[in-house]
């Protein structure tokens, strides 16, 4: 059982940037593959990025493509998500979610583990 908990969502003005942080309460994730997930009022839950274990493989959805990036520090038993040129329309609860294999995908369905959430809101 993984425990996660996310950081690092606040209040930020269009175009601003944030660096969300995922980490587990106990013990270690640095065996699992990582997304990151978010959830606006009103909409389902939707994919945002994903990281495999050795942080070799990445994915994103089409709509933060060139603006956020996923990364992992092994190290530190980390993942971050670092968001760029924020929208509007990113507003949202981000949410990271944990499965304990090493190929990376969208589908939130094949998680095994989530975090609480962390709220983003970008205004305009």
């Known amino acids: 059982q993984v425990q996660l908990v996310e950081s690092g969502g606040e209040w930020v003005q269009a175009g601003g940037s944030l660096r969300l942080s995922c980490r587990p309460a106990?013990?270690?994730?640095?065996?699992?593959?990582v997304g990151w997930f978010r959830q606006a009022p009103g909409k389902e839950r939707e994919f945002v990025a994903t990281?495999?274990?050795?942080?070799?493989?990445?994915d994103y959805a089409d709509s933060v493509k060139g603006r956020f990036t996923i990364s992992r520090e092994n190290a530190k038993n980390t993942v971050y998500l670092q968001m760029n040129m924020l929208k509007p329309e990113d507003t949202a609860v981000y949410y990271c979610a944990a499965r304990n294999l090493w190929t990376v995908t969208p589908d939130p369905g094949r998680y095994d583990y989530w975090g609480r959430g962390t709220q983003v809101t970008v205004s305009s």
């Open positions: 990281i495999s274990r050795s942080g070799a493989s990445t």
């Open positions: 106990g013990g270690s994730m640095n065996g699992y593959a």
